[in-house]
């Protein structure tokens, strides 16, 4: 299964069960973002970033960063400091490090901030992008930087990496087929 072709691909179809194709689909992409969040916010200058800007923060974003961000996703609303470090598992950062963490995200653009009448200095933090807006972002931004903006190189390198069954290859074929 490893040496199948990228035509081969496109060339199976009829795949019988449509849950176990959208199954498959979701597990491609959950490895992806997986992949992605591994190789890109694991480091503070992420490995698929080829050129460094002078003067400008980078836009992707570190493991805090992210981690910051998964929170205010989850909560699904605005959220003070206090509000995500409750949410986090010990040993938890300090509140500083949150605060920081969260200006950084402010200066990105990936969050925006307010203040409540009559809760003193506290900010209140909301995202200002869903989680799969930023999947397809970084999504694009690997494709561009590490396939060299090929999505057929991309899918291959995936198609490759999982071993994918003629089953589950029929599957995904069964999936885009529907999209059309």
Not at 109 to 119: L, S
Not at 154 to 168: A, D, I, S
Request: with cysteine; hydrophobic share 40%.
């Amino acid at each position: 299964m490893k040496n199948l072709g990228w035509r081969v691909l496109f060339r199976l179809k009829n795949v019988k069960n449509d849950t176990q194709a959208k199954d498959s689909c979701f597990a491609m992409l959950r490895y992806l973002i997986i992949f992605l969040y591994f190789v890109g916010a694991m480091r503070r200058k992420p490995l698929y970033q080829i050129h460094y800007t002078m003067g400008k923060r980078d836009n992707t974003l570190t493991r805090i960063e992210f981690h910051i961000m998964s929170i205010l996703w989850d909560i699904n609303h605005s959220a003070c400091v206090w509000d995500i470090l409750d949410r986090y598992e010990d040993p938890k950062p300090a509140y500083t490090t949150v605060a920081t963490n969260l200006k950084v995200l402010y200066e990105k653009g990936y969050v925006d901030y307010f203040k409540n009448k009559g809760e003193g200095k506290t900010y209140m933090y909301v995202a200002k992008l869903t989680r799969a807006e930023y999947a397809r972002k970084a999504m694009l931004e690997a494709k561009k930087n590490l396939f060299g903006g090929s999505l057929k190189s991309m899918l291959c390198f995936f198609v490759k990496e999982e071993n994918l069954t003629v089953e589950e290859i029929k599957e995904l074929l069964d999936l885009i087929e529907q999209e059309d």
